[in-house]
């Protein structure tokens, strides 16, 4: 590959894309195509940029315009444009711009089809709203557990549907070295002692302004943060997405009958890694997270209450993740100290596959 006067765009849409992008970002740049970055300021995703070392290689442009329909639309459109307007700066002072990647910026996909650049986008969650992606990208890379007949149902032709093999997060887990006393350092920054033998559950809330939300995920929620709040054997730490959310979740707190010493709510972002390896439990209404954790071989049990996709459906059926759907299920869940892996033997079940076959797609336009 001549890397000469060659350049990609990638947009880090959402908090998850900072690890997922951040070894194909340092793949190009060390083979001297350059690399530009551009990131929505919402959730933590600009926290995340900072951790990784990118922050001051990313333009900031636009945010989350909040829950409803109406201002989805609009923030998608306001975003759109507002890349438009930065990349062709770009094109004017820089190199060509081969191709747009991003894990489901619809922002991104509507500016790079106006700027006329071809464009790569990535999903893994089916029944998320797709037509922009299936529509208006050049190639869509989705996991091999989507049938073909899904894919159908969905709209994404076969012309463009590029299937990998396993999931996105090996792509970053699979080089992933935990941090040395991670959690106790973090726990004694936060001033939280005595938590001595008791299981550290991580919490993560559901996605709440994402288009695929369900309510059931959020009574699921709070049912669950007051067992755990009042469980004497459990430590939670809450890994709130938006400052709304945590906000919610303290005046939930504040009212219900809980333990105080029991629970910290995150007001940071810190390595979504690290604080996993480091948990006994991990409870999560998403997906990304749910499947770090069980790279990592943590147990993972979620509370996403949403059409079940495929990737969720075969963990389950490998007993991987454990999906708790009403409330008298959180007896399933195993409040007590893990037994840990020794050394890194999570990374010895990866391999570079994902890596390899992301950056085969992006090398088929440079």
Known sequence: MDATNKSIWIDLDNSPHVPLFAPIIDHYRKSSVEVILTARDHAQTIELLNLAGLGDSAAIIGRHYGKSKVSKIRGLLVRAAQLVSHIKKVKRSGTPIRVAVSHGSRSMVLAARWLKIPIITMYDYEFTETGIFNRFSTRVLVPEQISNAVLDEIG?????????????????????????????????????????EKAIAVLRPPATTANYHSDESEKLLFFILERLTLHENVFTIIVPRTREQAAEINMFLAKAAVNKGSFHILETAVNGLDLAIGSDLLISGGGTMNREAALLGVPVYSIFAGRQGSLDKQMEAEGSITFIRKNHDIEKIALKKRVREDGEAFSNRLTDRVERFVIEQINAFL
């Open 156 to 196: 994404l032709s076969p012309a463009k549907r590029h299937k990998y093999p396993g999931i996105k997060e090996e792509l970053y887990i699979r080089s992933f070295r935990p941090k040395e006393n991670f959690l106790a350092d973090l726990l004694g920054t936060l001033e939280i002692a005595n938590t001595g």
